[in-house]
């Protein structure tokens, strides 16, 4: 039952955005109004979800569906900072290098860094969507709801942070359905989905684990806002481009921060709930 009900939440949640905020185009998407009307649906449908589950679990306070709580966040907030850090160890390093090696003189790549400077008013509200709405709301809903009803079934914590994730990654499917209906080919759709729904994966597991190793969902909401900063690692200096000549070095670079990652994920964390 509990694996209905968090199927029930995954579909509820995706549901119920694109009731409040209806699919455009996805040209579109990057819209001042749509990006308005997602926003409000993400906090309506987040608190109802929230509000049910309470609710039918008698005895539950909102704050520990959501999973809000935890002792010494301020080091947990450090600690996640630190390690994901460390897990887009490749990553950064590709940013920094361009930043370091960029020439005004000629037509350079640019770092992904530029992307996070709003200039415009649609650039303040993509900011706003990707770094603190749909942080929070999805967090709160595929870490804190889902993963507190996995743990009423009674399913142990490296199950639950495989489990979770499952619910978490096709709700971005909505994405590939957007833009069948723009026009573009499943060709183009086909693989990025699929690189889409692996990464988003892999984020939920860390994020997953992440929440039940410090009992806070304020270190899985950081751990996704650096997520949707760094996007999926660009691996473009192998073939070519100014970065070629560092290639091997950077691809080391992205592999270490892998090994470092799980090397230091359980001496930093403490598992506390």
Known sequence: MSILFCLLVSLSYVIGLFTVAPLARYQERDSVVHIRK????????????????????????????????????????????????????????????????????????????????????????????????????????FRGVVVFLLRKSGLQQSSIVFTAPLFFAPAHLHHAVVKYWSGYTSQHVLPETLNQLAYTYIFGCIATLLYLRTGTIAASILSHVICNIVQLPDLSFWTGGQLFPFRHVLLLLHGLGLVLFVLFIYPLTEAET
């Open 38 to 141: 997602r926003l409000l649906a993400a906090s309506i449908v987040t608190a109802m979800i929230v509000w049910v589950t309470s609710t039918l679990n008698n005895g539950t306070q909102v704050w520990e569906v959501c999973g809000l709580g935890g002792v010494g966040i301020v080091r947990h907030l450090l600690t996640t900072l630190l390690l994901m850090t460390i897990f887009y160890l490749g990553p950064v390093s590709v940013q920094l290098a361009l930043l370091l090696l960029k020439d005004k003189s000629k037509e350079r790549l640019t770092p992904r860094f530029n992307l996070w400077i709003p200039t415009t008013s649609t650039d303040a509200h993509v900011l706003l969507r990707n770094l603190v709405f749909a942080p929070i709301s999805e967090e709160i809903i």
